[in-house]
């Protein structure tokens, strides 16, 4: 285990008690404490339906199996995300079309999506990466011209917020995911955010086999075919407890921003990328452009300092394969981008430490 983690899940006495009380109720399956989760997950958001699944790639699937994506149709997909974004579109049997990405922020580029749309094209995912916004003013606007969906994919933005709104709320529907490296976990978990009342009972449905309300497993309507996305009582519990310590994960990551924009800032062959804390962004992972990135990650390592590489971008993977001239700034960006460490237990000697190896790596060792 490394001295410094790039992440590791937080949990205490609080999910202990809540699970305890789960397990001696002997409800374990999707049921009050799950509805609790969403209402409070609601609330929190400022939407009206929170839909609680099991992960967030199967939120995605679930947001668009919703709008009857399916055979035929097009998704526009950024070439900077998990594959999963992709994953999800493939499951409904649409084709996801890949567009490059801001060179600043790595977001989905609003000019490549408007040229992507044609006949086919029904929704487009905007991925908020590591808690920064995608230009969802402009891609409204594209949407609405073209008569197609907005799904978000905010896997990695969680109470993080663009022009007053929380991300996640501001499309046709916002897709969520609690796996154990983000800033509230269920375990693994996820969570589908909407304002249209259809839209919710359709995701209802689809979760549950069909079934338009929790059903007993027996006497039960099933008007449509649907699946087994339930998120359990347990897993739920999980997340009420880290909801507990929420105000604090936000300020900490605030802080760890701030710690590396002062102690990167004389670093020219490292850029810390940008977060618009004024404005409500908030940073899951700390991530920078950098030179000779996998030189340096080599040699945090050896320090014991733990962190994670970008994905490579999803046009070069085999299941995806493409050719690269359409995504100039994934191919340029992607090789040098690093997230940092960004664990919710640093500490700022830690953060100074990260920023010192840093710093001797390119003064001395490269030099």
């Not at 990695?156 to 996640?168: A, I, V």
């Not at 394969?321 to 700034?329: A, T």
Request: charged residues 20%; aromatic residues 8%.
């Amino acid at each position: 285990m490394s001295d410094i983690p790039w992440w590791k899940p937080e949990t205490g006495s609080k999910e202990l008690a809540l699970i305890k009380d789960v397990l001696e109720s002997n409800v374990l399956n999707d049921a009050a404490v799950t509805t609790e989760l969403e209402n409070r997950l609601g609330q929190l958001l400022g939407c009206q339906y929170a839909v609680a699944v099991t992960s967030g790639t199967m939120a995605l699937f679930l947001a668009l199996a919703a709008l009857n994506i399916g055979r035929g149709d097009e998704v526009i997909v950024p070439d900077a995300t998990f594959i999963a974004t992709a994953n999800a579109v493939k499951l409904t049997g649409a084709k996801p079309v890949f567009v490059d990405v801001e060179l600043d922020r790595l977001t989905i580029d609003v000019v490549c999506v408007a040229k992507a749309i044609n006949d086919k094209t029904k929704a487009i995912i905007p991925v908020h990466v590591s808690g920064r916004a995608a230009n969802m003013i402009e891609l409204e606007k594209i949407a609405l011209d073209a008569g197609i969906f907005i799904v978000e994919d905010a896997a990695e933005s969680f109470m993080s917020k663009y022009n007053g709104r929380y991300l996640g709320t501001i499309g046709n529907l916002g897709c969520f995911s609690f796996s154990p490296m983000k800033l509230i976990t269920t375990g693994q978990g996820g969570l589908v955010t909407t304002n249209d009342g259809e839209l919710h009972q359709r995701l209802r449905q689809l979760k549950d086999q069909g079934r338009p309300l929790r059903g007993t497993g027996g006497d039960d309507p099933h008007p449509t075919i649907g699946y087994n996305f339930k998120l359990t009582n347990v897993q739920a519990a999980i997340g009420l407890g880290q909801l507990e310590s929420l105000e604090d994960r936000m300020a900490h990551m605030r802080h760890l921003y701030e710690l590396y924009s002062y102690g990167l800032g004389s670093i020219s062959q490292v850029q810390l990328i940008e977060f618009d804390l004024e404005n409500g962004e908030l940073p899951l992972w700390l991530d920078v452009l950098a030179d000779q990135r996998n030189e340096l990650e080599a040699y945090l390592r050896t320090k014991g300092i733990d962190c994670r590489k970008f994905w490579h971008p999803i046009h070069t993977q085999p299941c995806y394969l493409e050719g690269d001239d359409r995504f100039p700034n994934c191919m340029r960006s992607l090789p040098k981008a690093l997230w940092l460490p960004s664990a919710l237990s640093l500490t700022d000697e830690n953060v100074s430490k990260v920023c010192s190896e840093i710093k001797f790596f390119y003064d001395d060792i490269l030099a």
